[in-house]
């Protein structure tokens, strides 16, 4: 989950999301580095005492401007679109999970290999425990096993809402009408939380998403196989 | 990346304010080496010409190079280094999975090696 006052982004749990975080870093330092050019040209325009009124054209100049963007906008979009299909990658996912955003709670269902439903509603303050984290902690978590595929399939009862678990990489959105799905695959084991990210009402910063993932083994052994 | 600083810890800095080159791969490296670049750069250009102005304007032009060219280069690598602990741990858990069966990668590589 994200500290106070964190700025970037969260540790990777998924594959995907490590790459997400290394494009984050190529972007940013190209930005950066834009960023600082730019300023200094508006510093030298600023401070300049040179005053020339008779240019009429700077070919040289306007070539370069035109051709490094259009270099750096390649250096960009090539790591960029390789993450794009790799998140759309068919990996024949393990495990089946759908989950139907509603007014404001979500619903999961485990129809792989029992009929498991359940909603999840956010803990109000005055029923959290020691420990519990306020406006995230919720009643039923979402249990899933680590380094298998899952295939989420998300859709919404009434409104807009938005599945998300930024330390998966994974936002997508819940339409009613539409099944959308997303697949990923956890690399450790712990909880994780989201929010739901579409605005879908009053209560709409009141519905978190909780994902506790366990090791495989432990995951046979639990309720989800005795129904 | 995104833990909080325990208690005990020496705090977080980050650069300007906001830039977390200490947690970032490659940044604070690429960031000194393209430091160091644009001083040499610009303080031998004004060593040579004694133009200051356009010696800023080098040593600017030398701290973007400097830095690109140490990012990409450091990332290229770290990049390569990756794919090498994955592979590395892939074979390491398969070793541990399938050791003394005939899935054992060292038995088929032994055997291929004999034949």
Redesign the interface.
Known sequence: MAHAAQVGLQDATSPIMEELITFHDHALMIIFLICFLVLYALFLTLTTKLTNTNISDAQEMETVWTILPAIILVLIALPSLRILYMTDEVNDPSLTIKSIGHQWYWTYEYTDYGGLIFNSYMLPPLFLEPGDLRLLDVDNRVVLPIEAPIRMMITSQDVLHSWTVPTLGLKTDAIPGRLNQTTFTATRPGVYYGQCSEICGANHSFMPIVLELIPLKIFEMGPVFTL | ????PEPGEPEERKLLG???VE?????RH?ILYGSLGSVVAGFGHFLFTSRIRRSCDVG?GG??LV??GC?FHC?YNY?KQRIQERIAREEIKKKILYEGTHLDPERKHNGSSSN
């Open positions: 990346m995104a833990a909080p906001f830039l977390d947690n970032t791969p490659c940044a690429s600017v701290f973007i830095t690109l990012w990332r990049a």
